[in-house]
């Protein structure tokens, strides 16, 4: 029977004072200071599988400790189950019991058990414990946007088309292997896919490129009609096998859909020489919802634009996750009235980028009762417009700027927020949202220290 808190602590248990260790031991007061967590993450934990027999397993605080330890310092499953074997300080903190030596698998299923909107409301149970412990007033904003990229190779039509053949030559073959052994065509075209592939990546003959393009069309459209066969053959299978042959049914049903588009796409943008728009184009056949992200005049991105919301604190107090690439000045009023709902009232000074900017975004803000919204690009607004005089400004301006050092925290120093190394959409707004709870848990620890 899986339980929610740990048993009371060893007698033994050592603390060494190691700064990270005392940031842990503070971390750790944080959580025993907000039991009610417990029930969100044990929720889904007991979800999908019963908890009154069978082994304990990791109880729900051991599974969110054990989150905040991966988020925090990005090791791997397997190198966290070491850490949590070897280390004293992480066994400490993650409340592990003598005997309890959780392995890779055990921990993945269990950190990726809890779902976006659990993290969602943990996180907005943090955010109110801040304004509880007067760390964050949420009097005084600061908005900007970021993107973060998906677990995705860069991506061109000849890869995409190779991707879709391997994988669906490998999900045909899987079938072949069933019993009773389905039957439909089927020849393995991977390995002369590749030879193409080659040749268009490093040949610097146009004509070579065109030949090698449409022979690698030529075995993505075989491919397709093996798997268009096979398909009801595996549906109709029965037997021992069944559940393996309709699994593998749903996912050749999903590859084919996703590699008709390809092959679309190649044939318009290669040999046709057509624009395709943003919208339409495919991007990646594993993690299909990718968007492509451009920022101002910098380098195109494959992931997913993030809004977030920081404070004096520089606690990140909201983070909003969009789908496709929304003009920042489009969300610059949701941000606002997300922030209401969580504090109760509108922010006194508010401080976005320059993309937020524009008269509406300025009207809105002043509106409802926002004293002070200024933009980091003015855009043809005025500063006495924005704020009350110049000093107030520029000091906003510069208050706008900290954020970034939030980012590049989340981002690039510890957290791992630059690339999303979990699957599918749900999976991105997991990593993501664990990943901001972390290190809200690291702001608020060091604010705790910095008043003792």
């Known amino acids: 029977m899986r339980r929610k808190p740990n048993r009371q602590m060893n007698l033994f248990t050592t603390v060494t004072n190691n700064p990270i260790a005392r940031e842990l031991e503070e971390i750790s007061k944080i959580i025993d200071g907000n039991p009610g967590v417990l029930d969100l993450v044990y929720k889904d934990l007991v979800k999908a599988k019963r908890h009154d027999t069978g082994r304990e397993g990791l109880t729900a605080e051991q599974v969110l400790r054990c989150c905040i330890l991966k988020q925090y310092h990005q090791p791997s499953y397997e190198e966290l189950a070491f850490y949590l074997d070897d280390s004293s300080a992480f066994r400490t903190f993650s409340r592990l019991e003598m005997g309890q030596y959780p392995c890779k ?49 860069h991506p061109t039509d000849s890869t995409l088309l190779c991707d879709g053949i ?30 193409r592939l080659m040749v268009i990546l490093n ?20 491919v397709v009609v093996y798997a268009e066969t096979a398909i009801p053959a595996l549906w109709s299978l029965e037997g021992s096998d069944s559940l393996a042959a309709h699994g593998l049914a749903s996912n050749l049903e999903r590859a084919v859909g996703i590699l008709r588009k390809v092959v679309d796409q190649t044939v318009r943008r290669v040999l046709r020489g057509e624009r395709i728009p943003a919208s339409e184009k495919v991007v990646s056949f594993f993690e299909e919802h990718t ?50 709902e969580q504090f109760g009232r509108v922010p006194r000074q508010v401080s976005a980028d320059g993309g937020f900017a524009s008269r509406n975004n300025l009207a809105f803000a002043k509106g409802h009762e926002v004293k002070d919204a200024v933009f980091a690009k003015k855009r043809g607004l005025s500063v006495i417009e924005m704020a009350k005089s110049a000093w107030v400004y520029k ?49 608020l620890a060091r604010a705790r220290l910095a008043k003792a």
């Open 291 to 340: 968007d492509i992200i451009v920022k101002g005049c910098r380098d195109v991105q494959y992931g997913h634009k993030v809004f977030l919301t920081g404070g004096a604190s520089n606690l990140i107090m909201d983070c909003l996750i969009e789908r496709s690439n929304p003009a920042d000045s489009d969300r610059y009023q949701a941000l606002l009235e997300r922030h209401k």
């Open 395 to 443: 000091m906003l301006r510069n208050f706008r700027a900290g954020i970034e050092a939030g980012i590049s925290t989340l981002k690039k120093q510890v957290f791992g927020l630059d690339r999303c190394t979990w699957s599918g959409w749900g999976g991105f707004k997991q990593y993501v949202w664990s990943s901001i709870f972390s290190y809200n848990l690291l702001v």
């Open 105 to 153: 698998s055990i921990l993945q299923e269990n950190i990726k058990s809890l779902s976006e909107e659990t993290w969602e409301a943990i996180h907005s149970r943090f955010i109110d414990y801040a304004q509880d412990e007067e760390i964050e007033t949420g009097k005084k904003i600061r908005i900007d946007s970021t993107a973060i990229e998906t677990e995705i190779h």
């Open 203 to 222: 040949t610097r003959k146009e004509k070579v490129r065109l030949f090698a393009y449409r022979a690698l069309l030529s075995y993505a459209e075989r």
């Open 166 to 195: 391997r994988a669906v030559s490998r999900w045909l073959s899987a079938g072949k292997q069933l019993s009773p052994r389905p039957v439909y065509p089927f020849s393995d075209h991977t390995r002369a896919a590749k030879k």
